[in-house]
């Protein structure tokens, strides 16, 4: 696994998906070693990697266990790594595509391996995002030009956090509510299994997977504990970054 660090963090820039810096493992022509933008070839494209996690496991305890951290990025995450490996081992015209390009451009992608790439590929990529939407210092409320826009666009934190958790609990099934940015607005949407914002053009801030697996350990069936909970650990800095690059570009 290569390490994820702040240099690497995810700056989500709506448009160009040359703009998009992801975690080494799954970036999307990110600044090396080197510092060259586009030169990070280690799980840039095929053969996609699983990124290590930026905290220890148990850094969001005791809101996030430490087994279920474990068991969701060791197991789950690397599941979804590995089987959109597999869908695109034969698919040699897909192998220099980013992950980004992928998952943004699905309706491109050919009609034998789309469904594959759409939730393994998805996969990979919504938990990369999620790792970093979390911190170990979490928590508290958004500052700046981010804190400005959710009281514009939302209403203010405290709607928003409602949003999201009715969002969540409309969510049949497994999926993931999202804090996302287009046309210069927040908004906050749902969407099954592993689909990403990008697909239909948005560009996703902020993201809580609603999978059982990301809380059944700790919270059982109580979704609604757990989404209550997740915002104990949301790493608003990472947010704003996020906010801050897509409203730029
Ligand atoms: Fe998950």
């Known amino acids: 696994m290569q390490p994820m660090t702040r240099r690497h963090l995810l700056q989500w820039a709506g448009v160009s998906a040359a703009t998009l810096v992801l975690p080494v493992g799954c970036s999307a ?14 799980g840039d494209t095929y053969p996609f990697t699983l990124p290590k996690l930026p905290y220890a496991e148990d850094a969001l305890e005791p809101h996030i266990d430490a087994e279920t951290m474990k068991t969701h990025h060791d197991k789950h995450h690397l599941a979804y790594v590995n089987a959109l490996n597999a869908a695109l081992k034969d698919h040699d015209d897909l192998h220099k595509k980013t992950l980004v390009e992928l998952i943004r451009g699905l309706n491109d992608v050919p009609e034998k391996v789309r469904m594959a790439v759409r939730n393994q590929g998805g996969g990979h ?11 170990k210092d979490g928590g508290g409320d958004p500052k700046g030009e981010l804190a400005k826009a959710i009281d514009t666009d939302l209403g203010g934190v405290d709607k928003l956090k409602d949003a999201a958790l009715k969002a969540a609990l409309a969510r049949f ?8 940015f287009n046309k210069g607005k927040l908004a906050v949407r749902s969407s099954a299994n592993q689909d990403n914002p990008l697909t239909e053009g948005d560009t996703p801030l902020l993201g809580i997977d609603v999978w ?3 809380y059944y350990l700790k919270y059982k069936n109580l979704r609604a504990d757990y989404v209550k909970a997740w915002w104990n650990v949301v790493n608003w800095n990472d947010i704003a970054e996020r906010y801050n690059a897509a409203k730029k570009s």
């Open 125 to 135: 990529l919504n938990h990369s995002l999620f790792w970093m939407m979390m911190a």
């Open 29 to 42: 022509g990110g600044k090396g070693e080197d510092g060259k933008k586009g030169e990070d070839k280690r």
């Open 212 to 214: 059982e697996h990301a």
């Open 173 to 180: 099934g497994s999926g993931w509510v999202w804090l996302v």
